[in-house]
């Protein structure tokens, strides 16, 4: 059984951080890729950054760059680094797991759409106050 668990969320004030980790148990994740999204009540569950498990490549959307950062932490974990945090950057951060998605060759357009990824977790509710 695969199992995708987040943690780290919470409340921070605006230009605070926040270390979200993913924790993946019953696969290994050698030919995929993983990825963050979020979403705000009411609106559409959005893209916010992916990497290639293997080769390495990480990919953000234009509204975290330069702010946050993927990375692999362990052979099962990844995690979000997210510095200078604003009241936008607030919603529910989901982690999801793409299975083959290391070989996707196109780019950042492999990991935008939620049906790239196979598997999911609960989310995390990250709350960042004015």
């Known amino acids: 059984q695969v199992q995708v668990v987040e943690s780290g969320g919470g409340l921070v004030q605006a230009g605070d951080s926040l270390r979200l980790s993913c924790a993946v148990s019953?696969?290994?994740?050698?030919?995929?890729?993983m990825g963050w999204f979020r979403q705000v009540t009411g609106k559409e569950r959005e893209f916010v950054s992916a990497?290639?498990?293997?080769?390495?490549?990480t990919y953000y959307a234009d509204s975290v760059k330069g702010r946050f950062t993927i990375s692999r932490n362990s052979e099962n974990t990844v995690v979000l680094q997210m510095n200078s945090l604003k009241p936008e950057d607030t919603g529910v951060y989901y982690c999801?797991?793409?299975?083959?998605?290391?070989?996707?060759?196109?780019?950042?357009?492999?990991?935008?759409?939620?049906?790239?990824?196979?598997?999911w977790g609960r989310g995390t509710q990250v709350t960042v106050s004015s």
């Open positions: 999801a797991v793409a299975y083959q998605g290391d070989y996707c060759s196109v780019g950042i357009e492999c990991f935008v759409a939620m049906a790239s990824f196979d598997y």
């Open positions: 990497i290639r498990w293997s080769e390495g490549s």
């Open positions: 019953g696969r290994n994740l050698r030919s995929d890729a």
